[in-house]
């Protein structure tokens, strides 16, 4: 068989998973903190047809001769550029301007979490108990006000409360005294693309990825120091979706599909004129 449609079909099969990641994008454009994803390819194996030889003193060099197989993908990446800010007016809603990620987890105890994950996406909420907790329920990880790290937690007789760009905690008692819940921290890690996805907005770690978690605990940082963003109080991050330039990357996903068919459909053609040579 012709070595063209099997290159066609490798190709077809590429651009097929790269309009999927075009397709999550989109669908994902008003999705708070999502980080967009982006598809590469690479070639897949060339055929020897003949080797390079080197230059002597009655003739040149020749180069080698190779046929190319195909496609396959190269990378699909996460695309970790920030998002703009939206105002919300909610003071439970925040967003990180620079670099980290908010840590969520289930805790026990008030001080031990487990199974932490991380976020960028900040519209935060108060269960019963007055924790901050993500719409699923999971704990906002931070510095609690008797030191350590655990859950957030503001009374429920609290009069109002408030969240600084340095992630302090405040709140007005019932006595009206000001008094300070604790610290919202966040995580950073030496390869952000190097996190995996797993639905709900967030994200684990993985081993290319770096850890936040050492022999002496969890490793999390002060809003704004060791090169992590400020927080942004009542404002939320957006999608770092660009429409424009998903249905342009779209486009040309589609006209290479197509290219790629028409490569299948020429070459069926010519193996129908040899097949049509014996009649």
Do not use: C, W
């Not at 008797?146 to 109002?160: T, V, Y």
């Amino acid at each position: 068989m012709l070595r063209s449609m099997y290159s066609g079909i490798s190709g077809m099969k590429n651009f097929q998973t790269k309009l999927d990641v075009i397709g999550n994008n989109i669908s994902n454009v008003n999705t708070y903190g999502f980080k967009k994803g982006r598809t590469t390819f690479k070639d897949l194996v060339s055929q020897q047809i003949a080797g390079a030889s080197a230059p002597g003193e009655n003739r040149g060099g020749v180069n080698p001769k190779q046929v190319g197989l195909g496609s396959q993908i190269g990378t699909i990446d996460t695309i970790h550029t920030s998002g703009s800010i939206q105002p919300t007016g909610r003071p439970l809603d925040l967003a990180i301007s620079g670099e980290g990620f908010f840590t969520v987890g289930t805790g026990a105890g008030g001080q031990v979490v487990n199974d932490p994950l991380y976020t960028r996406a900040g519209n935060f909420y108060l269960d019963a108990d007055g924790n901050v907790v993500t719409a699923e329920g999971l704990f906002l990880i931070g510095e609690t006000a008797g030191g350590g790290l655990g859950k957030l937690q503001i009374p429920n007789d609290a009069k109002s409360f408030s969240i600084g760009q340095d992630g302090t905690v405040n709140y007005v008692n019932a006595q009206g005294t000001l008094q300070t819940a604790g610290r919202v921290v966040l995580a950073k890690f030496p390869n952000n693309d190097g996190l995996e996805k797993v639905g709900g907005n967030l994200f684990s770690e993985t081993a290319n990825s770096g850890s936040v978690i050492d022999g002496g605990g969890f490793q999390l940082n002060e809003p704004g120091a060791n090169g992590t963003g400020t927080l942004v109080s009542s404002a939320l991050e957006m999608s770092n979706v660009d429409l424009s330039e998903e249905f342009t990357e779209m486009i040309v996903s589609q006209r290479g599909f197509q290219a790629n068919t028409r490569i299948i459909t020429t070459s069926d053609e010519i193996l129908q004129e040899l097949v049509n040579l014996k009649r």
